[in-house]
């Protein structure tokens, strides 16, 4: 499998719950407000045999041509948003998502950004973001998820075409899922917040912004010491300088 992470950029975020662009190379993460996070945006390509594979559709943002970041990202890859055939969402906050659709020139309307894959999204994850709402959930952008043919409505844990594992864990959000893609010997674990960055993998965290931060720490641990036995490739969406990393 072949593996290509989709940068959008570096950013702040603080209990506003707003992304700030952060400049690596000369912005001061002491100069933003108290308790600021930086974290990088990156949703994953992933080629197999059978398909294109997006995981998570970041941000959303455009650029001053009204061109969504993340079409870029494939295009200087060699790929169009036509090519994607399965996109997977670990869960539906505004940096996870905003991808999924766009707004559509001719129409204005919202339509999803890929005409011709298949959307895998928990159904309690899709119900519970219209409940929830603003500020980590933006209902106007995750509209056409709820009654498209493209979408697939995942219960709690399963398998997608038998090579796609998922898992309900409830822990980063109320119904946060996970995801292993196994490939013969290749095992690609993507663990979207509840494992978000390498050095929390290593390390005993609990984070307050964590639906359950326990549930969090004690699954990174338990994770990495299986990724170490079974020789795992790990997906890291906000982690600045180590997005891929193989055990």
Not at 111 to 136: I, M, W
Not at 146 to 158: P, R
Not at 209 to 217: E, H, N, P, V
Request: charged share 25%; glycine share 8%.
């Amino acid at each position: 499998m072949r593996i290509i992470p989709l940068s959008e950029g570096s950013f702040t975020i603080d209990s506003s719950k707003l992304f700030v662009p952060f400049n690596t190379s000369s912005d001061n993460l002491q100069e933003r407000s108290v308790g600021s996070l930086l974290v990088e945006i990156q949703p994953f390509l992933i080629i197999t045999e059978n398909d294109i594979l997006l995981i998570d559709t970041g941000l959303g943002f455009e650029d001053g041509s009204g061109k969504m970041a993340l079409y870029k990202n494939l295009e200087e890859h060699g790929f169009q948003p036509g090519d994607i055939t399965k996109v997977l969402l670990s869960h539906l906050h505004k940096d996870h998502a905003g991808g999924v659709s766009r707004k559509e020139l001719s129409t204005g309307k919202k339509v999803l950004s890929f005409p011709n894959a298949k959307y895998f999204v928990s159904k309690k994850e899709l119900d519970f973001a219209f409940e929830k709402g603003l500020p980590s959930y933006i209902p106007e952008e995750l509209e056409c998820l709820k009654e498209s043919a493209q979408v697939i409505l995942l219960a709690d844990n399963g398998i997608i075409e038998g090579y796609i594992k998922y898992e309900m864990t409830a822990a980063h959000s109320p119904f946060h899922q996970v995801f292993w893609i196994v490939d013969g010997d290749q095992r690609i674990f993507f663990g979207g917040d509840d494992a978000p960055q390498l050095q929390q993998m290593k390390s005993r965290f609990i984070a307050k912004y964590d639906y359950d931060g326990r549930k969090c720490m004690e699954l990174r641990h338990k994770w990495w010491q299986q990724g170490e036995t079974e020789h795992w490739t790990f997906l890291f969406y906000h982690d600045i300088g180590s997005p891929v990393v193989e055990l």
